[in-house]
């Protein structure tokens, strides 16, 4: 990677993909402002464009809820009812609790922890029916007692123009009635300005793919956002401990998601980089999805990066800034304060990423391309606001008074002076 006394801006020597969310605005803007300007027949054409059905109604029908829920196969249920029930827990920790501070005697600030008033949750549908980001988006949501959830998903073909029916009996499961069969940047359009029945929303969340992650960046401002959470990405940071088995099936794991997932192993140990190179070309031989995923390992995103040490590894990292990052060294939990960027860490063999997209009661919607260092993974914080409530005696503010007053003179502002002396004034 370079030599150690010279240092070395990793984020410009990583693996990025070359389609990024500039590329993609362009386009993504007409689809936005079809969408504004000519509403549900904007969004029914869109559809037929991109996903190949137009819904005759946005809106899917309760009945519709009600029947995928009837014919869930069992252990998928099960699945997703212990999935809910350990993210419950985790959620229901995270709340925050109001705060109220005394500064002085009479002087008091509080802080209140308030929900949103409506959210709008994106769940992808396009290659895959990702069913667990039903999860990963509701129970946090109505953890922090958001008032009204509503969710959209691709249209699918196959299914008469609904969306993927786990996905319908996920929404039942967690009692979201208000569903939408919208897909892309139009679904993230159809949230921010609010169309037909969907009336518009204070915040978006959840996953998506290039498409539907430029739409939430040019609409942050118009609606609320939670991240950039685009195609998957999953980094491994191993030493010559590492099982190659392990790491090659969890790079394919996330591979299989998206032409454009990244898959990146960083490790000191040219004997793992070769052995994982030879798993890789058994595992994918024996994967359903061989197409999808030597796409994503082949493309400029994806790659072994042989570093000198496990120490500069770490640094490699940190400059990646992984959605899914995964320790494969010797004693992996010692590294875990050192990680400054990523979405989420999975430490050891017995933690794979695939644990953490469905049952380890951490949440998958996580920031992608790089954002992990600016953004965090979805939360309960995510669906809450903070109101700062100021509540002063008058001998609190007199206490005070004086050093408002300088204040505001020093800033050449004199009505905020005025604002405070004329309460003590006769």
Not at 47 to 71: F, N, Y
Request: charged content about 20%; proline content about 5%.
């Amino acid at each position: 990677m370079g030599d150690s006394a010279t240092p070395v801006d990793y984020r410009a020597v990583v693996p990025r993909a070359e389609l990024d969310v500039e590329a993609a605005v362009p386009a993504v803007h007409r689809i936005i402002e079809e969408v504004r300007v000519r509403g549900v027949e904007a969004i029914r054409e869109l559809s037929q464009q991109h996903d190949g059905v137009a819904p005759e109604r946005l809106r899917v029908p309760a009945a519709a809820l009600v029947e995928a829920l009837e014919s869930l196969d069992a252990d998928v249920r099960a699945g997703l009812e212990e999935s809910i029930a350990r993210l419950r827990v985790t959620s229901a920790a995270e709340l925050e609790r109001e705060v109220a501070t005394e500064v002085a005697p009479g002087a008091r600030v509080t802080r209140r922890i308030v929900p949103m008033d409506r959210v709008g949750l994106y769940v992808p549908g396009g290659l895959a029916p990702l069913v667990s980001s039903v999860l990963m988006n509701v129970v946090p949501a109505q953890t922090a007692g958001v008032g009204a959830i509503a969710l959209a998903s691709p249209p699918q073909k196959d299914h008469g123009g609904l969306p993927h029916p786990t996905i319908l009996a996920a929404c039942a499961l967690l009692d979201v009635d208000e569903v939408y069969a919208v897909g892309g940047a139009q679904a993230i359009a159809m949230f921010a300005h609010g169309v037909g029945e969907c009336a518009k929303v204070d915040l978006v969340t959840g996953p998506g793919n290039i498409w539907t992650v430029t739409a939430k960046r040019l609409l942050k401002g118009v609606v609320g956002i939670d991240s950039e959470a685009g195609p998957t990405e999953i980094a491994i940071l191993a030493d010559d401990s590492a099982e190659a088995a392990y790491v090659a099936a969890d790079l394919v794991s996330q591979a299989e998601h998206d032409p454009l997932a990244a898959a990146v192993l960083v490790t000191d140990s040219e004997r793992l980089a070769h052995d994982v190179e030879r798993e890789l070309e058994k595992q994918v031989l024996a994967t359903r999805h061989i197409e999808r995923i030597r796409i994503s390992l082949g493309g400029t995103q994806s790659a072994i990066v042989l570093v000198d040490d496990v120490d500069q590894g770490v640094e490699v990292v940190n400059a990646y800034a992984a959605e899914h990052l995964e320790l494969h060294t010797v004693d992996a939990a010692a590294l875990v304060p050192r990680i400054r960027n990523a979405g989420a860490i999975f430490v050891g063999a017995h933690a794979p990423v695939s644990l953490g997209d469905y049952c380890a009661g951490s949440n998958h919607v996580l920031p992608t391309g790089g954002c992990a260092c600016h953004s965090s993974g979805l939360s309960v914080r995510a669906f809450t606001r903070t109101v700062q409530v100021v509540d002063y005696s008058r001998d609190a503010l007199a206490e005070v008074a004086g050093h408002v007053v300088a204040l505001a003179e020093a800033e050449d502002l004199p009505g905020h002076a005025a604002a405070v002396r004329v309460r003590f004034e006769g």
